[in-house]
């Protein structure tokens, strides 16, 4: 399906999951990402409560897909920029968690810092696609 928009998290979580200074993801409509069933996506909650549960691929271990279901979103899925077409990736919308960086990201993109800010920025970034 289309995307719905781009952006970098900086969250120690993100950091963690995809091993790397910040998450660059992708974030679709859940119905719009097919997931393969058995034993395809071994799924991670790394906080309580399980808003987002992050998959890595079964057979090699590399982040494939989060999922997102939190009201009063509708289901979400995030998937990493590296596993998508370069050609038709969206750009970066802002970058979440800023202050939590490992480095700086120079561009003109916004930068939000602490909970709440990227909060609120990925809930507009959700209703402009609405």
Known sequence: G????????????????N????GDVVIFRGRDVGLPGG??????TYKAPPNVQRGRCGACGQPVVERFETKP?????MVPAALLDAEQLPAVSFDAFYSRRLRDIPDDK???EGFWASQWAFFRAWQATR
């Open 19 to 22: 091993e790397a200074p910040f």
């Open 2 to 17: 289309k995307p719905l928009f781009r952006m970098r998290c900086h969250c120690t979580i993100c950091q963690r999951f």
């Open 73 to 77: 979103f509708p289901r979400l899925r």
């Open 39 to 44: 034993d395809g996506i071994d799924y991670q």
């Open 110 to 112: 916004p930068k939000h």
